[in-house]
């Protein structure tokens, strides 16, 4: 082999290393996402998943991290440096549990406590305080969390009380989710059975000073949102299909808004909103019409409808902006598969970009 054949076959070899470098750095992921799921006897999950999507929106491969039961809600804590999730079960003693796990290759389990009540459906973190809401015991519960991922044990329980209209689902009080107010030291528990907002101060590790906010009736609340101006709250309500808006320190309650296609005439039940970091538009959930529902927000809080974005899937139970908020993705936990759509931040409309499978995913947490 002469020098020219040796140089070419050298250009070659670095071109082609060049381009696979430039391929791969293509392709790498810019997302990591968490995703909880249902581990029931008719599913193939093990409990909590990861997957990746680079920065066109593509899934990558979904990897298992830890073995537990029904972690059908997670959250950050510690700055993002452990994961904590709740236990959607009913256990011998008739509570849940709550779940810390650090962050790493895998997830490792650090502690596992009670949540406080039976069926814990949603759990919170904010510096250093725990909260969870409970559906099936109807309250909320309070731990602490220190700097190595420890749960303490059970500080205080908030148990609700009273019903609504809607025969069998508002029996009894169902505590569905519980929020940290934004620059206030108050949490916000959404309980779709009682049909309220229950409204606490947190000192000295306990709820204090209760108030209760009523509903529409049938309303049945579960999630909410906060505008990042402070002053409005979008509360989502499972049970009439709708969005109430409140306003304002006192949480006055200033429109109540339809989420479904009027066209529609099947059996439908919200489920989760989120609102875009600037402000401007506010999606929620379908399961049944199986649709994200799109808003634009107006400068005094009210909705405008858009339009709604089919989920490529059944019963849409949880979803989530990315962190830079050009992405959505949502989990389907009927069909089994995550979707994910790319945001047009000018419009709020959402275009379709992958899917892929997941069984029994019921919650998707972007790392920041």
Excluded at 61 to 81: H, I, V
Excluded at 97 to 114: M, P
Excluded at 188 to 203: K, P, Q
Excluded at 222 to 248: A, D, M, Q
Aim: glycine content about 8%.
């Amino acid at each position: 082999m002469n020098k020219s054949t040796i140089l070419l076959a050298l250009i070659s070899i670095f071109a082609l290393s060049c381009n696979q470098s430039k391929e791969k750095k293509m392709t790498q992921a810019a997302y990591s996402i968490y995703v909880g799921t249902y581990t029931y006897t008719d599913t193939d999950s093990k409990g909590i998943y990861k997957i990746t999507m680079n920065k066109s929106g593509k899934f990558g491969e979904l990897s298992l991290q830890a073995e537990t039961k029904n972690p059908s809600f997670l959250c950050f804590a510690n700055k993002g440096e452990n994961l904590l999730a709740i236990n959607e079960i009913n256990s011998l003693d008739g509570v849940g549990s709550v779940e810390s796990y650090k962050i790493g290759d895998q997830l490792e389990l650090i502690s596992r406590k009670s949540s406080g009540g039976a069926h814990p459906c949603f759990v919170t973190e904010k510096d250093g305080i725990v909260l969870t809401a409970n559906y099936t015991g109807g309250n909320t519960g309070l731990l602490r969390v220190d700097e190595k991922g420890n749960l303490s044990e059970l500080l205080d329980v908030n148990q609700h009380e009273g019903s609504g209209s809607v025969e069998g689902r508002q029996d009894a009080p169902h505590a569905h989710s519980i929020w940290f107010q934004p620059n206030k030291n108050r949490a916000i528990a959404v309980d779709l059975g009682s049909n309220e907002l229950w409204i606490s101060t947190i000192s000295d590790d306990k709820f204090n000073n209760a108030e209760r906010i009523a509903m529409p009736e049938g309303a049945g609340p579960r999630h909410l949102t906060f505008h990042p101006s402070g002053k409005f709250i979008y509360v989502i309500n499972e049970l009439s299909n709708t969005i109430t808006i409140l306003k304002g320190e006192s949480l006055q309650i200033i429109d109540n808004v339809n989420t479904l296609s009027k066209a529609f005439e099947g059996s439908s039940f919200t489920a989760d909103i989120h609102i875009s970091s600037d402000g401007k538009f506010l999606y929620g959930s379908n399961r049944g019409h199986n649709s994200i529902v799109i808003y634009a927000v107006l400068e005094d809080g009210g909705l405008e409808l858009i339009g709604h974005e089919s989920t490529r899937g059944d019963h849409p139970r949880n979803f989530s902006l990315s962190p830079d908020g050009k992405f959505l993705i949502v989990a389907n936990q009927n069909t089994n598969n995550l979707v994910c759509f790319k945001r047009n931040k000018k419009t709020g409309l959402l275009t379709f970009v992958d899917e892929t499978k997941a069984a029994k995913p019921v919650c998707v947490l972007f790392q920041k």
